[in-house]
């Protein structure tokens, strides 16, 4: 993998993959959910077309349910003009701004 990066140390590059391979799931087993439980607010903003999140699904991980923001603007064009506008006005909304 290191080859990949020339750039990169090889060592940093083989640490990096052994946190993301100790770490990672690559499947929702919401085994983390279990071992914690948020107190904070929490806001799932879903893009059009998105399809549910797993927090929606799931109790207990949180003292309270997620608030959920639909966007009418679809998951990439959200991240550029116009469509960014829309995330930044509901995301300032959220924070009462």
Known sequence: MAESFPSL?????ARIIAIVEKTFDFTYTFQELTERQVSCPVTIFKARGDDYSFLEGVTGWSTRPPAVVELDADHYSLLRAPDLQELVKKVRYRLGR
């Not at 140390?9 to 590059?13: N, T």
């Open 9 to 13: 140390d090889p060592d940093l590059v």
